[in-house]
Nanobody, 123 residues
Framework: QVQLVESGGGLVQAGASLRLSCAAS????????MAWFRQAPGKERDIVAA????????LYAASVKGRTTISRDNAKNTVYLQMHSLSPDDTAVYYC????????????????WGQGTQVTVSS
């Protein structure tokens, strides 16, 4: 079965950097666009960044653009999210998601989700 396993979360101080990883298994990774979402307490789940199947197209939410990099390694079936200048507003559970690459980019739905990794930024 498809599994997406996030790692790299934790407690950091404001201004720090963090790199999240998401290891995928049970699917042909290069056939899927990948994305990172986050959900803060009491808020909806929002997209943070998305990357197409070969890394040639990338999107960022306005709130993280300029201090965040999404990347993928198809040989390792892994997608990454590097974030800098973290603030308490970045505190959330971060999820990675996979969506089949058929159709146009960007895609609007993702079929597979990880369990999430908690990121807490202290002030």
């Amino acid at each position: 079965q498809v599994q997406l396993v996030e790692s790299g979360g934790g407690l950091v101080q404001a201004g720090a950097s963090l790199r999240l990883s998401c290891a995928a298994s049970g699917l042909t990774f290069s056939r899927y666009h990948m994305a990172w979402f986050r959900q803060a307490p009491g808020k909806e789940r929002d997209i943070v960044a998305a990357i197409n199947w070969n890394g040639g197209s990338i999107l960022y939410a306005a709130s993280v653009k300029g201090r965040t990099t999404i990347s993928r390694d198809n040989a390792k079936n892994t997608v990454y999210l590097q974030m800098h200048s973290l603030s308490p507003d970045d505190t959330a559970v971060y999820y990675c998601a996979a969506g089949y690459r058929g159709g146009s980019w960007p895609i609007s739905s993702y079929a597979y989700w990880g369990q999430g990794t908690q990121v807490t930024v202290s002030s």
